[in-house]
């Protein structure tokens, strides 16, 4: 009943950028499917991250390895969440996902156990 659907991914080499977006539809019948959005991503071989989330209000959250590079944002009328990335890694190179969630604290806004919904992913590769 809620759809997430990431585009954006790619190549790009590091000290570059990229936006993600990803769009998502609800047609469920509990309010508030995609109060909370968020982006996660996973390297190979590593644990799922969340990285940045941003709630129906503006609220937002960023995990420490993106602050200050990476930008989140939604356009609410069309139920999409973007993420900005500027100044890129070597080392953000994963696969990131979308996720959405009901309401839930804002401190469990970068934990992916409290999202209903995910996206299938989108390959960001960063080149040296």
């Known amino acids: 009943q809620v759809q997430l659907v990431e585009s954006g991914g790619g190549s790009v080499q590091a000290g570059g950028s990229l936006r993600l977006s990803c769009a998502g539809s609800?047609?469920?019948?509990?309010?508030?499917?995609?109060?909370?959005m968020g982006w996660f991503r996973q390297a190979p071989g590593k644990e799922r991250e969340g990285i940045a989330a941003?709630?129906?209000?503006?609220?937002?959250v960023y995990a420490d390895s993106v602050q200050g590079r990476f930008t989140v944002s939604r356009d609410n009328a069309k139920n999409t969440l973007y993420l900005q990335m500027s100044s890129l890694k070597t080392e953000d190179a994963a696969v990131y996902y979308c996720?959405?969630?009901?309401?839930?604290?804002?401190?469990?806004?970068?934990?992916?156990?409290?999202?209903?919904?995910w996206g299938q992913g989108t390959q960001v590769t960063v080149s040296a």
């Open positions: 996720a959405a969630a009901h309401r839930i604290l804002f401190t469990d806004y970068l934990k992916d156990s409290e999202y209903s919904y």
């Open positions: 609800d047609r469920s019948r509990y309010p508030d499917s995609l109060y909370c």
């Open positions: 941003i709630d129906a209000d503006g609220y937002t």
